[in-house]
Nanobody
């Protein structure tokens, strides 16, 4: 059974930072590209970033230079470092297995003063 468990969200002021984590199990993590996506209230799911099995990374334009995706294949962990947070980054953030779209329950990030 594929399992993806996100953590690390919270309430942060504009300009602040957070690190999101995703614990993966039930599949060969190291052989899979992994993604982060987010869904703001009242909006659809938005792709944020992908890291390939080999470590290549891509980002949506709105987070380039602020967010950093990384992975630890030895620990089956995916991470997203969020810096320079803006109010428009407020959303539920999901870890996704890129090939199948499977995702976890999400972790809430709220950026507010």
């Amino acid at each position: 059974e594929v399992r993806l468990v996100e953590s690390g969200g919270g309430l942060v002021q504009p300009g602040g930072s957070l690190t999101l984590s995703c614990a993966a199990s039930g599949f060969t993590f190291s052989a899979n590209s992994m993604s982060w996506a987010r869904q703001a209230p009242g909006k659809g799911l938005e792709w944020v970033s992908t890291i390939s099995w080999s470590g290549s990374v891509t980002y949506t334009d709105s987070v380039k230079g602020r967010f950093t995706i990384s992975r630890d294949n030895a620990k089956n962990m995916l991470y997203l470092q969020l810096n320079g947070l803006k109010t428009e980054d407020t959303a539920m953030y999901y870890c996704r297995r890129h090939s199948t779209g499977e995702r976890g329950q999400g972790t809430q990030v709220t950026v507010s003063s």
